[in-house]
Structures are given as C-alpha cells and as structure tokens.
C-alpha cells in the first residue's frame, strides 16, 4: 500500500495567519491526492481533490499544490471556524486508498 | 436536503456480527459509488469498502476481506455493511461516504469522498 506521511502532526496559529500542512507519498501519485477537514465531532469534508481543486463551496483561502509525492495544503488568512484537524488522502492506488495521520491546528 | 443517516451500530462479543445501514437522500443514488470508512475515535481514517453504483462491483481493505460485505438497494437509497466474525481492532465509527465522482470536475473520480455521515459507532467487546 502506499503510506501517506502528514507534517506536522500539530501547529498552533492565530487568526490571520497563514499556515501550510505537507503531506508526502510513498511513491508517486501524480496529482491522486485529496485533502479533509473534520471538526470535533463532525465528519470529514472535502475540500481539495485532485491535488489543486477546490471543492464547491469550500472558500478560497485554501489551497492545494504539488504532485508526484510531495502535497501542501494552504490556508491563507486563518478564521476561527478553521481550527480543526487536517486529512491528506491518496486515491492513486485504489481501491486501497490511504489517508495520512492528520494534522491539527490549534489556536495559538 | 442532501445527507447520509448510517444507523445499526452497537455493541457486539467478538466472533458476532453486525448489519450497518446508510439512509441518501437529496441526490441520485445510484449515480454514485458509494463507500464505509471507518475510524478509532481520536485516531486516523480507514477506508473500509467501495460498491459501485450499480451494484456489481465491490472491493474491501485488507483487513475487513471476507468478513464484511457491502450491499446496496438502489429503490430505497439505502447502503449497507454486513459485519461478520467482528473483532476487537473493528471497534470505531464507521462513516457512509459518497463518491464524488462527476462532481469532482475536471476529474471525476470514485475515490474522492464528497458527502459523509454522521457515522455509527460499533464496538466489539466482550
């Protein structure tokens, strides 16, 4: 299976701050790569496929960028109602697709 | 309104089974795969299953093979997981997921996940 490494597991920002979650594959995957959001409680959402494309409805201040094994998602502008944990996932090698550990961001 | 409901879950002996259901409403079923995920409370997500939207075509993680078997009914909206010879590491919350499919332009893909559920949590002990 191929393993998808999220970096850091935690970070701790303020509102208006910009922060950037990484995620590495285990062997390439083109752009197969996904990004969530899950609140205490909630499921996940998606806000990132195919690497770059934003979801409709998720707003602009995310954003995805890399390929080939190395991913980063942006958040641009920190509000509050972003402090959640953060999922890569790899639909390259499915039907076993992976997620990565997760990320947290915390308010600082 | 567009949601999944999963119900079913619950506490089971290891060795029991377990029959998970997942509720659509406010899309075209059967236009979408559809999947399980599943996950430890504080830990990580796991993909479970995949069903096709016509039923035909299935597949299962490695850990689930040949004990869980995932079913739709495409009149009802309704997905569904059979559980069997559950044990312990199967204790989570286990999610409906929906494909995203061809609402994931410029690449549609069944393995992008755009609506969930609430998810149902099951809990093998004995």
């Known amino acids: 299976d191929i393993q998808v490494t999220q970096s850091p597991s935690s970070v701790s920002a303020s509102v208006g701050d910009r922060v950037s979650i990484t995620c590495r594959a285990s062997q390439g995957i083109y752009n197969w790569l996904a990004w969530y959001q899950q609140k205490p409680g909630e499921a996940p959402k998606l806000l990132i496929y195919a690497a770059s494309s934003l979801q409709r409805g998720v707003p602009s201040r995310f954003s995805g960028s890399g390929s080939g094994t190395d991913f980063s998602l942006t958040i641009n502008s920190l509000q509050p109602e972003d402090f959640a944990t953060y999922y890569c996932?790899?639909?390259?090698?499915?039907?076993?697709?992976?997620f990565g550990g997760g990320t947290k961001v915390e308010i600082k | 309104e567009v949601q999944l409901v999963e119900s079913g879950g619950g506490v089971v002996q290891p060795g029991g089974s377990l029959r998970l259901s997942c509720g659509a409403s406010?899309?075209?079923?059967?236009?979408?795969?559809m999947h399980w995920v599943r996950q430890v409370p504080g830990r990580s997500l796991e993909w479970v299953s995949f069903i096709g939207g016509d039923g035909t075509e299935t597949s299962y993680g490695d850990s689930v093979k040949g004990r869980f078997t995932i079913t739709r009914d495409n009149r009802k909206s309704s997905l569904f997981l059979q559980m069997n010879s559950l044990r312990p590491e199967d204790s989570a919350l286990y999610y409906c997921?929906?494909?995203?499919?061809?609402?994931?332009?410029?690449?549609?893909?069944?393995?992008?996940?755009?609506?969930w559920g609430r998810g149902t949590l099951v809990t093998v002990s004995s």
């Open positions: 996932q790899q639909a390259n090698s499915f039907p076993a697709v992976t």
């Open positions: 997921a929906k494909a995203c499919g061809h609402d994931c332009k410029p690449t549609p893909s069944p393995w992008y996940f755009n609506l």
């Open positions: 406010g899309f075209t079923f059967d236009d979408y795969a």
